[in-house]
């Protein structure tokens, strides 16, 4: 298997524009988070999906911030309007319900630069 | 809330010796995991090691070992002749509930680890 994919791995862009990340889960995984990892914050959790469903959203900062999931093999989180203090590592991680302990598997992460 | 604290920023370990990291958690939950993930240069998040709350043996796989106390909720990571390839990020986190209640990881903050030659 592939693992997660996560695209693209480096993003650079001017505040005010959007942002759209992309994540591919491991086949057949039924959970999906989203995390991000600043210097100040650490790893922190952004929102998770359970059979492409949003089941906890708490962690999202704010209204700029969506994530979808339309299918079981496709996931984005978007920033509109992007912010320099939106510039983090974001990781997409994927699980399945009852395989190894629901082990979360992650993406390489994508670096966001808001200039 | 659950917190995971990891009092280390920094450690530095010598080729082929023993290096021990830090964690601490707050839970008033009974069932959990805990897990030690690993994060080199490259930024790919690596699962070490992973401890169910209700087992008493200490996990290990190969030179990595945790030390387990749970009333002291403690949960340290014990590298045992540390090779330049363990140079990396230790994130601690904990994970609450069985059976898929809850999916959330809880990471702390980190200890760089440095392996000098």
């Known amino acids: 298997d592939a693992g997660v994919i996560q695209s693209p791995r480096h993003e650079v862009t001017e505040m005010g524009q959007e942002v759209t990340l992309r994540c591919k889960p491991i086949s057949g995984h039924d959970y999906l988070f989203w995390y991000r990892q600043t210097m100040m914050r650490g790893l922190e959790l952004l929102i998770y999906?359970?059979?492409?469903?949003?089941?906890?959203d708490s962690g999202m900062p704010e209204d700029r911030f969506s994530a979808k999931m339309p299918n079981a093999s496709f996931s984005t989180l978007k920033i509109q309007p992007s912010e320099p203090r939106d510039s983090a590592v974001y990781f997409c991680?994927?699980?399945?319900?009852?395989?190894?302990?629901?082990?979360?598997?992650f993406g390489p992460g994508t670096r966001l630069t808001v200039l | 809330a659950q917190t995971v604290t990891q009092s280390q920023p920094e450690m530095s370990v010598q080729e082929a010796e023993t290096v021990t990291l830090s964690c601490t958690y707050d839970t008033s939950e009974s069932d959990y995991y805990l897990f030690w993930y690993k994060q080199p240069p490259s930024r790919q998040m690596i699962l070490v090691i992973r401890?169910?709350?209700?087992?008493?043996q200490n996990a290990t796989e190969n030179r990595f070992s945790v030390n387990f106390q749970k009333a002291a909720k403690s949960f340290s990571l014990k590298i045992s002749d540390s090779q330049l390839g363990d140079a990396a990020m230790y994130f601690c986190?904990?994970?609450?509930?069985?059976?898929?209640?809850?999916?959330?990881?809880?990471f702390g903050t980190g200890t760089l680890l440095a392996v000098q030659p």
């Open positions: 999906f359970n059979n492409n469903v949003p089941i906890d």
């Open positions: 991680a994927s699980s399945l319900q009852g395989f190894s302990y629901n082990e979360q598997f």
């Open positions: 986190a904990y994970r609450g509930g069985y059976g898929g209640a809850t999916n959330k990881l809880i």
């Open positions: 401890q169910e709350a209700y087992k008493q």
